[in-house]
């Protein structure tokens, strides 16, 4: 089982220290007025901050083991993914301020992730890695269709639009480390091993999507029947989010899958050129930098 597509050679990832939304309020259901949209991305959003960190203890736990070249790269993993957790920190409370109570979702996250500390480093790294995987399909989503995020804020916009492109960016930082911290393991057992953990790290994924929403719903007091089949259609019709994923997910349980068997740096690109980046002066280049 050989992974016949390693990540690219001249891959950069390149933390863009940048910020969003300060001194703006967040409206109540900020995407197009809608509810079912908002409380999709609020419960997203809700995990990133304490989600990401456990992101980057996983990783950083096993930097020194792994080559020099890998190690640059979980470095700037890590400074891409504490810009991250910092602005979703400030966007939930702009969620806050538009009076929702969020505590039960970060109660309930941070319980989880307390039991970390128990396991065994390569199962959390494993967690990572099937996680990351979900983020980065998510994101290509986003950023290939821009009727995800219709109707939404300008600056909420470009919030998600920087996460999802350095989510594509670093997407095989973890599965690169896991391979290498796994390399003595048969090439089986290796894959059975990541296609377990996915299969109880999706389970949690969409149980935590749909109980986030559910929390959201109560206190707009839609929390009925009705409201729910528009949250059917709207992950599974349009705009679909979870039907477009679907392909991109089976693809993880290929023997010899990696991240970097789709190379879609183009549509990175694409969306960089939008986000009016600050420009180096020593070389007109766009660059990171806070705003």
């Known amino acids: 089982m050989q992974h016949a597509s390693p990540t690219p050679a001249d891959l950069t990832i390149n933390p863009r220290n940048l910020m969003f939304g300060r001194g703006r309020t967040c409206d109540r259901w900020w995407i197009g007025g809608d509810p079912v949209a908002t409380a999709f991305y609020n419960g997203m959003s809700l995990t990133f901050p304490l989600g990401e960190a456990f992101f980057i203890e996983s990783v950083r736990h096993f930097r020194d083991a792994v080559p020099p070249a890998q190690q640059a790269q979980i470095d700037a993993f890590i400074k891409q993914e504490a810009a991250h957790s910092r602005e979703h920190s ?5 969620i806050q301020d538009a009076g929702y109570d969020v505590s039960v979702i970060e109660s309930e996250l941070a319980q989880r992730l307390a039991k970390a500390k128990d396991r065994h480093p ?4 494993a967690m990572t890695v099937a996680l990351e995987h979900f983020t980065a399909i998510i994101a290509h989503a986003c950023l290939k269709s821009p009727r995800h995020f219709k109707g939404a804020s300008s600056e909420a916009a470009r919030l998600w639009k920087w996460h999802a492109m350095e989510e594509i960016e670093h997407k095989a930082v973890a599965f690169d480390t896991f391979l290498e911290v ?14 377990l953990v996915m299969l109880q790290v999706s389970n949690f994924f969409l149980r935590a999507r749909i109980r986030n929403m559910g929390v959201f719903f109560d206190q707009d007091g839609i929390n009925k029947p009705g409201t729910w089949l528009r949250t059917m259609w709207y992950l599974l019709g349009y705009p679909g989010l979870l039907r477009q ?36 002066p020593k070389t007109g280049a766009a660059s990171g930098g806070v705003r």
């Open 182 to 195: 796994t390399k003595g393991l048969p090439a089986f057992k290796r894959w059975k091993f990541r296609s």
């Open 90 to 94: 400030h966007f939930n409370r702009q």
């Open 122 to 125: 390569a199962l959390n790294l």
């Open 245 to 280: 994923i679907i392909p991109a997910w089976l693809s993880f349980f290929r023997p010899g899958f990696h991240p970097w068997l789709q190379d879609d740096r183009a549509l990175l690109r694409e969306a960089e050129a939008t986000l009016d980046l600050p420009m180096s």
